[in-house]
């Protein structure tokens, strides 16, 4: 071992040796052909995940044969666009899809009666239990108990508003259809490259099926009560009725433009004051001008629109062009796997309060957590159990006056899903 080692040795100081008598000209072109080696396995390598995901779902590799895709294999093949391909722009594309339903009056009229909004103390919290319940049936297996526990708590939320008429059906197709459209659309707008017809069909038989557990109703739609042939055609019919149904009812509105406001302070949370009007000219340019007439909110100035146009040009190309595919170790996981101690999780990634952090010692003082301290914001552990140090437990999640209740109906609902989800096709 010892020989082996002195001739490891012997060899990398016989490399270094030679590298620092090389020639100027010599050590150039040892950078150029690194360089090119690079540039070379980028090429080669950019789209492997894309041909893997064709490779392992070549069942629907033709329009017809999309209409047989299943719940599961929807789902599992949107979860690699969401953590490993696409995974910050899907991530913002999902924040804006539930921004921009701020944008109908009746949606916003009603999150600020209910006070959830309106006040500060209770904004970032239903922020963090809305971002949380989507994420949990999005990042699991629609047959498991995480996935259909998220589903039907979101159910209970919801279906006292339902049955008194506050919160209107075509609101909340609405906002189901955002969260379809949105995440295509950013990727186009935003990604270094479009998603496919077959990674199009995954998302639109997704939250085709996801609808359907909540109990939406597609009678606007064209071929909703006919049915529908596949992914693609839902998502076809719901894109063109929610645009129908923006220009109808996304109209200006002063609680339009207040719960707007209070929604930016979340998403700018992190941010130093002298940094805030450039987020905000960044919020305002993702936005189209239909929204933000809705929400009462200037453009950003010709400067700013300009500077963030090129930078996602530039981003666009270095992906595109000088980044390798982010490894699987380097997924977007937002929750932890198994339960802790307290049979709760934790949520891994925060933008806002740190509602639901494990109060590592990391979480406490690495870094990110020096510059959260720098800027004031609270950090994980802080303040007793204000933000849930130990963690979320699902059938809590909502504002806190719901806390503690509806377990039975929540097992209700639970049973129906284990008989309806199973992970089946969604079409007939």
């Known amino acids: 071992m010892a020989s082996v080692a002195t001739l490891t040795d012997f060899k990398r100081y016989d490399l270094v040796y030679a590298l620092s008598q090389a020639s100027l000209q010599q050590k150039v072109i040892c950078v150029i052909l690194v360089l ?17 995901i064709e490779k392992s779902y070549s069942c629907y590799a033709t329009r017809t044969s999309m209409r047989n895709m299943t719940d599961h294999d929807a789902w599992a093949i949107q979860k690699t666009i969401m953590q490993t391909e696409f995974p910050f722009i899907v991530l913002k594309s ?61 159910k209970f939320l919801h279906q006292g508003y339902q049955a008194s008429g506050k919160i209107l059906e075509a609101d909340m197709l609405f906002t189901l259809s955002l969260f379809a459209i949105e995440p295509i659309r950013f990727v186009k707008l935003f990604e270094w490259r479009e998603m496919t017809e077959m990674e199009r069909c ?41 645009h129908a149904y923006e220009v109808q009812h996304m109209r200006p509105h002063p609680r339009n433009r207040e719960i707007a406001e209070r929604t930016i302070d979340v998403l700018l949370y992190n941010l130093p004051d002298m940094l805030k009007p450039l987020g905000f000219n960044l919020v305002s340019y993702l936005m189209d001008d239909r929204l933000r007439s809705a929400m009462m909110i200037k453009p950003p100035t010709a400067i700013f629109s300009s500077l963030f146009a090129s930078l996602v040009r530039l981003r666009r190309l270095a992906l595109r062009h000088l980044a390798l595919p982010r490894p699987s170790y380097l997924r977007l996981d937002v929750f932890t796997q198994e339960p802790n101690q307290y049979g709760r999780h934790w949520v891994t990634i925060y933008e806002g309060a ?13 870094p990110t957590a020096w510059l959260k301290w720098a800027l004031g914001r609270p950090l994980p552990g802080d303040e007793g159990d204000k933000y849930y140090p130990r963690g979320y437990f699902a059938p809590d999640l909502g504002p806190k006056y719901f806390e503690g209740k509806g377990r039975k109906e929540l097992e209700v609902l639970k049973e129906t899903l284990r008989q309806q989800r199973k992970g089946q096709c969604s079409f007939p």
């Open 202 to 242: 995954a998302v639109g038989t997704y939250w085709k099926s996801l609808g359907d557990a909540l109990g939406i109703s597609y009678s606007p739609l064209p071929s909703g009560n006919a049915g529908f042939q596949d992914g693609l055609h839902w998502l076809e019919e719901i894109s063109a009725w929610s």
């Open 354 to 366: 740190p509602y639901y952090v494990r109060p590592t010692i990391w979480n406490r003082w690495g």
């Open 36 to 52: 090119f080696t690079y540039l070379v396995a980028v090429q080669m390598l950019r789209f492997q995940r894309l041909h893997s």
């Open 94 to 154: 999902l924040q804006f899809a539930l921004f921009r339903t701020y944008g109908i009056p009746t949606i916003s009229t009603l999150l600020l009666k209910t006070s959830q909004f309106s006040d500060p103390a209770t904004s970032f919290k239903r922020y963090a239990d809305t971002g949380t319940l989507i994420g949990e049936f999005m990042a699991f297996d629609p047959r498991s108990e995480r996935a259909q526990t998220a589903i039907a708590r979101t």
